[in-house]
T-cell receptor, first 112, second 115 residues
């Protein structure tokens, strides 16, 4: 069946360091992937997306890498700041699926 | 442009009651999806509407239903509430011009507590 999972449920990093959050997916037909950030008491906030015809996409301080061979997705956050503390979800979908399948989420905490 | 809005933000009900949640999508977005978020199950897809038609439905019992109006606003209803229905209910909207490969933007959610 479909599943999108995360390797680590929690990640703790020092302020200023880079963070890497990983995600594994099982559906090889998935062709669109999204990373969301969810802060306490709020809905998921779009961070960055990537389509299956790309291996890498960069945004402001964030980079998403897609490895279709091993069905692996990662989110890199550069120079992590206290405001980056949140739960991060990866989600996948494919054309015609009309729904997102979410991973369980990784809680990112920033140490001062 | 205003984001996705959901009302009410918080709700307390008792078992056996029913509840209706409302979602207003981003202006111009025609697709509205609903998700349930719980600590144990994470984010799970409930259903998706586009142009007043339900196009897909997740694995939830028939007590969970929804609808979409001509202005793209959507409501979801849960009848005969159970304790396990306590969750954060999230609504998301997107342009979705024929495929699902478009970014979905989420509202703040409605926190439902069933006692």
């Amino acid at each position: 069946g479909e599943s999108v999972g995360l390797h680590l449920p929690t990640l703790s990093v020092q302020e200023g360091d880079n963070s890497i959050i990983n995600c594994a997916y099982s559906n090889s037909a998935s062709d669109y992937f999204i990373w969301y950030k969810q802060e306490s008491g709020k809905g998921p906030q779009f961070i960055i997306d990537i389509r299956s015809n790309m291996d890498k996409r960069q945004g402001q301080r964030v980079t998403v890498l897609l490895n279709k061979t091993v069905k692996h997705l990662s989110l890199q956050i550069a120079a992590t700041q206290p405001g980056d503390s949140a739960v991060y979800f990866c989600a996948e979908t494919r054309q015609g699926a009309q729904k997102l399948v979410f991973g369980q989420g990784t809680r990112l905490t920033i140490n001062p | 442009k205003a984001g996705v809005t959901q009302t009410p933000r918080y709700l307390i009900k008792t078992r056996g009651q029913q509840v209706t949640l409302s979602c207003s999508p981003i202006s111009g977005h025609r697709s509205v999806s609903w998700y349930q978020q719980t600590p144990g199950q994470g984010l799970q897809f409930l259903f998706e509407y586009f142009s007043e038609t339900q196009r897909n439905k997740g694995n939830f019992p028939g007590r969970f239903s929804g609808r979409q109006f001509s202005n793209s606003r959507s409501e979801m209803n849960v009848s005969t509430l159970e304790l396990g229905d306590s969750a954060l209910y999230l609504c998301a909207s997107s342009h979705n011009l024929g495929t699902f490969q478009e970014t979905q933007y989420f509202g703040p959610g409605t926190r439902l507590l069933v006692l």
